[in-house]
C-alpha cells in the first residue's frame, strides 16, 4: 500500500509565495503521474497543476505563470511553488498520484488535504 502525505500549507498575504509538498511513502513499484488539485468551500475540485514521471507538465488556467509544479523522483516527491498568490487562491490544497502497487495495479491516492489562506 501506499500513502500521500502533504505539507507546506500555512497563512500568507496577497501577493506572497508559499511551497507545498507531497511525498509518497509505502510498498509500491513506482510513482506515475502526479497532481495538485484544490477545493475551496462550495465549490468542485479544480485541477491545479500536473507532471508526468517524466517532467511534463499541465496548468490550470487560473494559476498559468504564478504556479510551477516539479518532482524529485528520487523521492517519490511532487511540489507546487505558488508566487503571487492572491485571495482566489484560498483552498484546500490536494495532492493526488497514480501509483503503480505492482507492474500491473495502478490506484489512484489522494493526500489528506492542507489548508492555504491568502489574506488581503
Known amino acids: 500500500q501506499a500513502q500521500l502525505v502533504e505539507s507546506g500549507g500555512g497563512l500568507v498575504q496577497n501577493g506572497g509565495s508559499l511551497r507545498l509538498s507531497c511525498a509518497a511513502s509505502?510498498?509500491?513499484?513506482?510513482?506515475?503521474?502526479m497532481r495538485w488539485y484544490r477545493q475551496a468551500p462550495g465549490k468542485q475540485r479544480e485541477l491545479v497543476a500536473a507532471i508526468t514521471s517524466g517532467g511534463s507538465t499541465y496548468y490550470g488556467d487560473s494559476v498559468k505563470g504564478r504556479f510551477a509544479i516539479s518532482r524529485d523522483n528520487a523521492k517519490n516527491t511532487v511540489y507546487l511553488q505558488m508566487n503571487s498568490l492572491q485571495s482566489e487562491d484560498t483552498s484546500v490544497y490536494y495532492c493526488n498520484a497514480d501509483i503503480s502497487l505492482t507492474r500491473s495495479i495502478i490506484r489512484a491516492y489522494w493526500g489528506q488535504g492542507t489548508q492555504v489562506t491568502v489574506s488581503s
Open positions: 509505502g510498498s509500491f513499484f513506482s510513482v506515475n503521474a
